[in-house]
């Protein structure tokens, strides 16, 4: 019997029962959202225990309550207009109130986001706990509301954006990275692996929309398929310089050689934003 003693070998097998997961749920859309959400709290509760370590600060039982409400709070306006939308289904580039609500919604959340985003990174305080909601929430909210809006064919469009970037990042990094890109962040990721990773990255996601799904490319296609890839690279130097200043290696040991869920899913994090607006210039409804 083959034991997992070899750190390549653990990675691999974590990683094939994770992608099989991923896809079966892909394909239906309530066990999708069910398992989204799932991730969703155990990125939240990384996050937060993270918080703790940076602000020596002791967790209570009401503060999760008030992450996760706080988080609901945030998330009740895109759901509702959602769910207006997918009841009446009506085309929301249709105008009248539809068009105006989901949007005014839309900007005014992912504002927000960029908002918190910036305020994690600059501050070191107990409010943290709320910016934070807002980081993870709105991500995977707009995750499971491509799924729902835009179908299974989006998501996998979003998952070979992602993990090509991630694998090429990874392969090109190990075998030409020569210079780091922020030393101080994040010393393993060079130039030569970010190059690299973006290449690859935009390829599948140009063949795949194209071969595969049949969708017509346009010049927004290429722009955005180069944009992706750097929103993805910084949702990863963003999580890096997290635990940075919290003086960890992983968000957790939960996945054992793959490190917290946090660390396999902190390039989403900032994709997921991007690729939403990609779909809705491009793909439209």
Known sequence: MIK??????????????????????????IEFSMLFIFIWTLCAIEYFNIFTLINDYTWKAFDTLSVFFFSFIVATP????????????ANIFSGGYDFISIYIAIILIYLLWFFSVYKISKDNNKIGIFYGSVYIAVPFLSIILIRWIFGWEAILLLFIGVWSMDIFSYTSGMRFGRHPVAPTISPKKSWEGLIGGAIGSIICFILFQSLILGIEITWLSYLFAIILPLAAFFGDLFESKIKRRA????SSNLLKSHGGV?????????????FSFYLVLVWKI
């Open 4 to 29: 997992l003693k070899d750190t390549t070998f653990k990675r691999l097998y974590t990683g094939i029962l994770g992608v099989l997961l991923l896809t079966i749920c892909t394909i239906y859309s």
């Open 78 to 89: 895109l759901i509702y207009n959602v769910f207006v939308l997918v009841t009446n289904k």
């Open 247 to 250: 003086k960890i290696k992983d």
């Open 262 to 274: 946090l660390d396999r899913f902190d390039s989403m994090i900032f994709y997921s934003i991007v």
